[in-house]
């Protein structure tokens, strides 16, 4: 049975849920905040509360939406996995089939799988860019086409924190004749009526929370030690005010710059969760789902400075963050949102906030409300 709250549901199964979320808030680690998971395909937690700005002028509401950065990237592998599924992307391919312009500078072996798994060696843009270019996707695609890579693809791993987007997704554009955003909600959030969205409507904007930086001197561009930290942080760099304009909500940019809500997530997730079905609706074979688990690469990242493991878009269990079930995907964004796929419970959880953590994937609060999650289910 579900407990009715002010601030959304939770079946009395996963009642530490609530509680830890109400500690978060309490303790002022959150401003503003929303938590959902769903077992099985079935929403059995979606709560939200606290506000929407740092002055608490506004309170964070059901259908408050929030930019989660990096999370993003989630959606985007999940468009990408659709239409490998269908048979139209092969991830084994060279990205020169699709995209021919790709090939120069030696990049005619570079295949789809080592865009998706962050190790194409296109962790940043060589030519100096500004924030503007990220608003120009010709721009910002072609001169990625040009460049030749940092190091030898799929060697290592190496996140490309703004690139992976803009590179998966003109893989996409040459396959579909559609942006990525607009085949994301075509075929995925538009169905489920989830609302995440790559691209917001200017209608939109009096929904989406502030998001709050993370303190003076300790973010990404302040912590860069290697000329290749350095290039992805600060050109150009990340300013999290950015997010409060109408260029960057509007913008598509499928790597950092999507906008939803917990339930959006968790409830789009499901379908990886449970083997390509949700809401009744079937959107992947099991098979493609699982495509998510091939381990492509990992070592040490050379842009994160952490032991990692990619799969085809996703992090993988087995590196630095615990996990109790092994077939579990995932994937944090700027500050401390996270979305979180167990097939093996057949679950998905995901967080997001507005007060940052100086992190890129993922903190103790997501991850908190996570094992909270995983102790009701008896799986830890």
């Not at 929303?34 to 740092?54: H, L, N």
């Not at 659709?82 to 312009?101: N, S």
């Not at 990886?272 to 949700?278: E, I, P, R, S, Y």
């Not at 996703?314 to 994937?331: E, Q």
């Amino acid at each position: 049975m579900a407990r009715d709250t002010a601030g959304g549901f939770v079946h009395d199964k996963f009642s530490p849920v609530r509680e830890a979320f109400d500690a978060n808030l309490a303790s002022g680690a959150d401003v503003g905040a929303a938590f959902c998971a769903t077992v099985k395909g079935e929403t059995v937690v979606d709560i939200w509360g606290g506000f929407a700005d740092e002055a608490g002028t506004r309170p964070w509401k059901q259908d408050t939406i929030v930019n989660v950065y990096s999370t993003t990237k989630t959606m985007t592998a999940l468009t990408a996995l659709l239409i490998a599924d269908r048979g139209e992307l092969d991830f084994d391919a060279p990205v020169a089939r699709y995209w021919p312009e790709f090939a120069a500078a030696g990049k005619e072996s570079v295949k789809v799988s080592h865009l998706m798994s962050h190790s194409a060696g296109l962790s940043g843009w060589k030519e100096p860019i500004t924030k503007d270019d990220l608003y120009d996707w010709d721009k910002a695609t072609s001169l990625l086409a040009a460049q030749a890579p940092y190091w030898e693809p799929g060697t290592a791993p190496g996140y490309h924190a703004l690139t992976q987007g803009y590179l998966v997704g003109e893989v996409v554009r040459r396959i579909t004749g559609k942006s990525l955003g607009t085949v994301f909600r075509e075929e995925i959030a538009g169905p489920l009526g989830a609302d995440f969205h790559i691209g917001l409507p200017a209608s939109e904007d009096g929904r989406v929370a502030d998001l709050i930086p993370p303190p003076p001197g300790s973010a990404i561009a302040d912590r860069a030690e290697s000329e290749l930290q350095a290039n992805m942080s600060s050109n150009p760099g990340i300013d999290v005010g950015e997010t409060r304009t109408r260029a960057w909500r509007g913008a598509e940019i499928p790597a950092a710059g999507g906008t939803g809500n917990a339930r959006s997530v968790a409830e789009i997730h499901a379908i990886l969760a449970n083997g390509g079905v949700a809401k009744g609706r079937r959107f992947l074979s099991e098979a493609g789902c699982r495509k998510a688990l091939e381990l492509q690469v990992e070592g040490q990242d050379l842009i994160l400075g952490m032991p990692a493991r990619f799969g085809l878009g996703f992090g993988l269990a087995g590196g630095v963050t615990p996990l109790p079930n092994p077939n579990t995907i995932f994937w944090g964004g700027y500050g401390g949102s996270i979305a979180i796929i167990d097939m093996d419970a057949r679950t998905s959880f995901a967080y997001v906030m507005n007060k940052m953590a100086p992190t890129t994937t993922g903190d103790m609060r997501g991850f908190g409300l996570a094992m909270a999650m995983w102790e009701a289910l008896n799986v830890i």
